[in-house]
Structure formats: structure tokens, C-alpha cells
């Protein structure tokens, strides 16, 4: 009975088809000719009032290689990659060539640039492709760069040359199932034993994890209670690491959950310069920078895309750009380019001038990911219907700004790590529960 009733729910799919359901869809520039899609990446006109000219000579050169690279090289490919929610692994060796992959470490084949040409090289990757962006930054300024503050001579000989060249990939694992913003609660152990430790809990939403040669993976030691850094080598014995599915952000991104099931790890993978969760810290510091310049790229990108549509779409015989309240959004999202920039810009210059606090580096982020996301909204209203297709770049960039919003930190804990440090006073627990009313 059940075969007939599916054969028969086949033949009524197959009948109801029109002759050209199967055929594929209309190129973008066919199906939409008035306005050039991404693919074709428009120049950048979104540094208005030329903040170029804060940069030095080198990394301004930097920012126009990556430039050059992200809108030749990624812009054409990275849409369908995006859909299908699969890594590019063609651009790995184009990355290499840029040479920026260790950022600010210096020595063992690493670039050793300062804390703004690495951000600045950010924001350029995202001013493209965010996922891409993430990609590099927890690689390079989480795994390399927790290997460079915290491993000991031989770790950095041994894994930071090859990392550098992206011969070889990392991934940084802090974020558990039960502890997010709580993160220095976390819960995966290492319990120590003859020559070595074994790790055992759980890892989620860990980029790069399902494809990475080797692992950072933070574990409470059971002696101490105090959190330790180890490198995990990829397929390791009772090692896992599963890609998440069903992200509307950062899709090109692999996200993985990391399960460790008696993992064992030998004492020269041990890092000796985490020995608490403050440790972590020397890290996000940095990481927290440069993460605040990815919605900075995020924000140029979309304005751009922006301003080259609303010049090129016409509508009641004339441009959009020609209509007012098209101005005043368009004005109103340079204006946010221009003072993230500038924030971020200061932020970069603190930090190299040892004045930056954690609190500095919290506003930074959530205040430059709150005014991008002001930002890709507008762009997302300029383009119409048109900005929910990720072939003009603004529907992507939408998207894939939310999990910034969210990572190294939410909008929320930022603040509260700012606020605790203007106040004096933390509050990022509740207040204990009354048993009984005062009232």
C-alpha cells in the first residue's frame, strides 16, 4: 500500500512541473542587468575623510595588497561558497602569499607588523568576506598568537613557522555547551598523568575545528582548578571534531563541536604560560582589537556596495541616488564608517602605547559592531529586494555581521566588563535571591 501511495505522489510531483522547473537560474547579470553584483567588487569609497593618511607607509601597503587579493582573487568565488555553507580552500595559498597570517609576533616566519596594519589587514579581508576575516583571526590572532604570548621556545620553533606560511591550520577552543559568556567557568579537564595529560569535555562553536592540524584547547586541571592551555594534534585518539549546521551567519566558517574522550596529550604540549584563566586574557586582549575591526570592514564593504548600486538602479526615470531620503541613509552609514575607523584606529594606538585596559577594548568592540550594525541595516533598506540576495554582497554581510555582534564577548558583556572598570563594581552575576520580601 505505502508503495503505491508514494508512486503516486511521484507522478503528481512530475506532472505538476512545468518544462523548464529543472533548468538552472538566469545569471545575475542577465536576470538583473540595471546593477553590477558583487562578484564584480566596487572600489572603495567609503574613507571619506581619508584616514589613509594615519597609516604608515607599510601599512598602507599592506592594506592595498589585501585590498587587491580580496576583490580579484575572493570577491568572483566567495558567494556560491556562502550558500553552500562550504570553506574555500582555494584561497588558503592566496592568503599565504599575503604574508600576514602571525600579525604582530615577531620572529619564527612571522610577520611581525604592528597592531593596526593587522587590523587594518582585517578589515580589508572583511571588507569582502567576513568569513574569510574569521577565518584568518582565529587562526592568527587566537591560536598563533596564544602560542607566541603563552608556549614555551621549542612549541613556538616547532608550530609557529608553518602556521605563519599556512602550511599547517589552528583552531582556538575556549567555548563550551554550558559556558558561553561565562566562559572561565568552563569544564573540560586535564587530569595529569606519567608524561602527560588526559583531556576529557566538550568544545562548541570552535572555527576552523573540523579541518585544523592542530587544536589550542583550554581544560580545568584538576589539581589546581586552574585553567591550562594544550595543543591537541588533529585526529588524535578520541578526538572529534563535527561541523554545526544551519548557520545564517558566517557560513563559510566551520564551526565545529569538539568532543575529547580521554584525549591524551604529552607533557611538551602542554603550554607553560596559561596557568589561569587571566592568562587567556594577554589573548582576547589582542584578539578583542581586532575583532572590533571587522565590523569596521564589514561597514566599508556594504557602504560601497551601496553607493555603486544607488548610482547605477534607476526607478521613476532617475537614479536612486537622486532621491533624498537615498542620501540621508547613505550619508547617515558613512558617517558611522568614519568614526568606527577612528575608534578603532585610537584603539590600535593605545594598545601599542601599553595604555589600552580591558575596558578600552570591550567598548571598542561593542560599540563598533553596534554602529555597523546600524549600518548594514541601512544598506540592507538601500537595496530593495535586491538586499536579501547574497549576489549583491548586502544580504551576506547582514548575516554575517550578527555572529561578530555576538563572539569574543556580546554586546551586553562588553559593556559590563567597561562598566565594571569605570564603576569599580561588577555586575555581571544576578543579585542573590531574597528569601523573604523586605517589605
Given amino acids: 500500500m505505502r508503495i503505491n501511495i508514494d508512486h503516486d505522489a511521484a507522478k503528481m510531483h512530475k506532472e505538476a512541473k512545468s518544462s523548464y522547473f529543472d533548468m538552472p537560474a538566469?545569471?545575475?547579470s542577465v536576470a538583473f542587468p540595471q546593477a553590477t553584483p558583487a562578484s564584480n567588487f566596487p572600489p572603495c569609497t567609503s574613507d571619506y575623510y581619508q584616514l589613509v593618511d594615519l597609516l604608515t607607509p607599510e601599512e598602507q601597503a599592506v592594506?592595498?595588497?589585501v585590498r587587491e587579493c580580496m576583490e580579484k582573487e575572493v570577491a568572483p568565488i566567495v558567494a556560491k561558497y556562502w550558500e553552500k555553507a562550504e570553506f574555500p580552500f582555494e584561497v588558503i595559498p592566496k592568503f599565504a602569499a599575503l604574508h600576514i597570517a602571525g600579525g604582530t609576533i615577531k620572529g619564527y616566519g612571522c610577520p611581525g607588523s604592528s597592531i593596526t596594519g593587522s587590523a587594518v589587514a582585517a578589515a580589508e579581508v572583511a571588507r569582502v568576506d567576513a568569513?574569510?576575516?574569521?577565518?584568518?583571526?582565529v587562526h592568527s590572532s587566537l591560536a598563533m598568537l596564544?602560542?607566541?604570548l603563552c608556549g614555551s621556545e621549542m612549541q613556538k620553533q616547532k608550530y609557529l613557522p608553518s602556521l605563519a606560511e599556512l602550511d599547517t591550520i589552528a583552531c582556538w577552543g575556549l567555548t563550551e555547551p554550558d559556558y558561553g559568556s561565562d566562559a572561565s567557568g568552563l569544564g573540560t579537564t586535564a587530569r595529569k598523568v606519567e608524561g602527560g595529560w588526559i583531556l576529557e569535555g566538550q568544545k562548541r562553536w570552535i572555527g576552523n575545528s573540523t579541518f585544523a592540524n592542530i587544536l589550542v584547547i583550554f581544560a580545568r586541571n584538576t589539581s589546581t582548578n586552574q585553567i591550562n592551555g594544550f595543543i591537541v594534534k588533529k585526529d588524535a585518539p578520541g578526538l572529534q571534531a563535527t561541523k554545526m549546521e544551519n548557520k545564517i551567519g558566517l557560513r563559510i566558517v566551520q564551526n565545529g563541536d569538539i568532543l575529547l574522550k580521554k584525549v591524551f596529550v604529552p607533557d611538551e604540549d602542554r603550554l607553560p604560560g596559561v596557568n589561569s584563566f587571566q592568562d587567556t586574557?594577554?589573548?582576547?586582549a589582542v584578539s578583542r582589537v581586532m575583532v572590533a575591526w571587522q565590523p569596521i570592514g564589514i561597514a566599508m564593504g556594504v557602504y560601497d556596495m551601496c553607493h555603486r548600486y544607488l548610482k547605477e538602479r534607476k526607478q521613476f526615470g532617475a537614479p536612486l541616488a537622486a532621491f533624498q531620503i537615498n542620501q540621508q541613509k547613505l550619508v547617515q552609514m558613512l558617517?558611522?564608517?568614519?568614526?568606527m575607523i577612528l575608534v578603532g584606529w585610537r584603539l590600535c594606538k593605545l594598545y601599542e602605547s601599553g595604555k589600552m585596559t580591558p575596558g578600552h577594548a570591550s567598548l571598542g568592540k561593542s560599540w563598533i559592531t553596534l554602529r555597523a550594525r546600524e549600518t548594514v541595516a541601512l544598506g540592507r533598506e538601500l537595496l530593495g529586494g535586491n538586499g536579501i540576495l547574497s549576489d549583491f554582497h548586502v544580504a551576506k554581510a547582514f548575516c554575517d555581521l550578527e555572529p561578530?555582534?555576538?563572539f569574543e564577548g556580546t554586546y551586553d558583556i562588553n559593556t559590563l566588563v567597561t562598566g565594571r572598570e569605570i564603576t569599580g563594581l561588577a555586575s555581571f552575576k544576578p543579585a542573590p535571591s531574597r528569601q523573604k520580601s523586605r517589605l
Fill in 26 to 28: 538566469l545569471d545575475v
Fill in 281 to 284: 586574557n594577554k589573548v582576547l
Fill in 335 to 339: 558617517s558611522n564608517v568614519q568614526a
Fill in 63 to 65: 592594506r592595498m595588497k
Fill in 404 to 406: 561578530i555582534y555576538t
Fill in 146 to 148: 596564544t602560542i607566541g
Fill in 131 to 137: 568569513s574569510c576575516s574569521t577565518f584568518i583571526l
